[in-house]
């Protein structure tokens, strides 16, 4: 059992029941079936890695059509505008679950809360090995539906009824969008493991010393992220299951009296909107999901290369658990459109400007951790800088969305798309990134090659701005989101040339990735050796060998001495402090 001193630390008397499970042998015991962490924080990243692949190719084809709407493509044939459509819900739907919740929560956290707690493993290791493989059964059902009869659904990632309630409603809306709720419904129950699992270990397994003000603040998003997760998934579970009896059974949660072709479903007494309520409770905390642990990647990265503790580590607690508590209270704001009341509209309004205020302290403390630091310039660095930009840039279009006076010009147009790509979509990528190079030489061994990984987020920068920013003004002049084709829409001419400019910047912004891939890979099996804390960093996990071994500390549990970001301490033999270094008078 875990107990704990008077001074709020955790006496580690558990850790070996819990990692009770010995070194597997077979390799489907190592490497499939594995009950290790490490591995399937490593699996979790693979499966993030296939999917964004995937939602990149769907998105050129979307590029593609847009310009060239007779264009006939290889393999995939001339492009329907109802095959757009598919293309744009199964591009959300992958890029939003298995990319944007599973690499910085399922990867990252996996891998690296139970070391930097210095813990043997997670609190459940069966569990968590079963989280994966249920997320990993979700993303096969997605991808299953292309290959079903009439193809994937149309409906958008946000699935409204009452056009995905309506088996009859368009091509995709029968056994395809059957699929896409029931592997919503599956990765919501994966979600749900892996939250009870890292709350747990976060609460429960922690090192003795390692009280919760030291913990760095990667622990800390991973676990916010982890309760956001627990309390919002369940709540779209609920709602797809409801909405497959809808469409199954003959119930009427979603469906009122509706007439589709001509003819009178049998449906009557139900709410469209009840969807949408229940879709955004959890789809705008899914949005902290998505990004909370790039803020905690941003924060750790930024201190180490930037050689100096976080500015404001407290103030950087209390705002990503002011984020986590306020982004229940904003999912209104979506609805603007949807006939609510003035008065709803308002206050959800208001929560929504007030959800500013603790992302503008992160910001702030950023940018005072930066400042008079002595920078290193290395590529975990730099991407680290450009999830702040992006997610900054991002944000300054959020306060227009929120008044509904402007929402509902802008609502339906290219400008919420730009809006919610850049900080959540793109910013949470370079947060993946950043974690990549930052952490590859303690998972892998090897270090990653920099002159590769420079090129890779220059161009993946500059190309990011270079298709995210001109939809803003595509948005103020009107452009409509979700059309296939501008052809039929004269007004909307003037605008194919930015069309065209953003179509190429994705072409190199996608060959860009191809560097990635390249350096990961060849690194894994011919970068340079790495050393056991290459960054000189401060925190437990790079006190551990590379890779670390199996319980992760070789027998032994470190004891905490220090806070998370202890650089450029008076007094001290180097210019920073690890974490199981004997204390040091004052700390940051």
Known sequence: MAGRTGGGETIMATSEVVHAHAAPQGFIRKYVFSLDHKVIGIQYFFLALTAVWVGMFLSLLMRIHLIWPNANLPIVGHLQPETYLSLLTMHGTIMVFFVLTTAPQGGFGNYFLPIQIGAPDMAFP????????????????????????????????????????????????????????????????????????????????????????????????????????????????????????????????????????????????????????????????????????????????????????????????????????????VWGHHMFMSGMSPYSAFAFSLLTMAIGVPSAIKTFNWLGTLYKGRIRFYTPMLFAIGFVSLFVSGGLSGPFLAQ???????????????????????????????????????????????????????????????????????????????????????????????????????FITIGAQFIFVINLFWSMFKGPKAADNPWDATTVEWTTSTPPPHDNFGGHTPVVNNGPYEYGVPGAARDFVMQTDPKLGATH
Not at 444 to 460: I, P, S, V
Not at 462 to 472: L, S, V
Request: hydrophobic share 55%.
């Open 126 to 329: 069966v569990l968590n090995m079963l989280s994966f493989w249920t997320t990993f059964v979700a993303f096969v059902l997605l991808i299953a539906a292309f290959f079903v009869t009439g193809g994937a659904p149309l409906h958008g990632w946000t699935g409204y009824p009452p056009l995905s309630a309506v088996q009859s409603t368009g091509p995709g809306e029968g056994l395809g969008a059957d699929l896409w709720i029931t592997s919503i419904a599956i990765f919501c129950a994966a979600s749900l493991m892996g939250a009870l699992n890292f709350i747990t270990t976060t609460l429960d397994l922690r090192a003795k010393g390692m009280t919760l003000m030291r913990m760095p603040l990667t622990v800390w998003s991973w676990f916010i992220t982890a309760i956001l997760g627990l309390l919002a998934f369940g709540v779209l579970l609920s709602a797809g299951i409801l909405l497959l009896m809808d469409r199954n059974l003959g119930t009427s949660f979603f469906l009122p009296v509706i007439v589709v072709n001509g003819q009178l479903m049998g449906h009557k007494g139900g709410s469209p909107l009840l969807w949408q309520h229940l879709f955004w409770f959890f789809g705008h905390p899914e949005v902290y999901i998505a990004i909370l642990p790039g803020m905690g990647v941003a924060s750790q990265v930024l201190s180490s290369f930037s050689r100096k503790p976080i500015f404001g580590y407290r103030a950087m607690v209390y705002a990503m658990l002011a984020i986590g508590f306020l982004g229940f209270m």
């Open 404 to 506: 509904p006076t402007l929402d509902i010009p802008l609502h339906d147009t290219y400008f919420v798309v730009g809006h919610f790509h850049l900080i959540m979509g793109v910013a949470a990528i370079f947060g993946i990134f950043a974690a990549t190079y930052y952490w590859f030489p303690k998972m892998f061994g090897r270090m990653m090659n920099e002159g590769l990984g420079k090129a890779h987020f220059w161009l993946t920068f500059i190309g990011t701005y270079a298709i995210f920013m001109p939809m803003h003004y595509l948005g103020m002049a009107g452009h409509p989101r979700r059309y296939s084709q501008l052809t039929e829409v004269a007004y909307l001419h003037p605008l194919i040339p930015l069309q065209t400019f953003m179509t190429y910047a994705a």
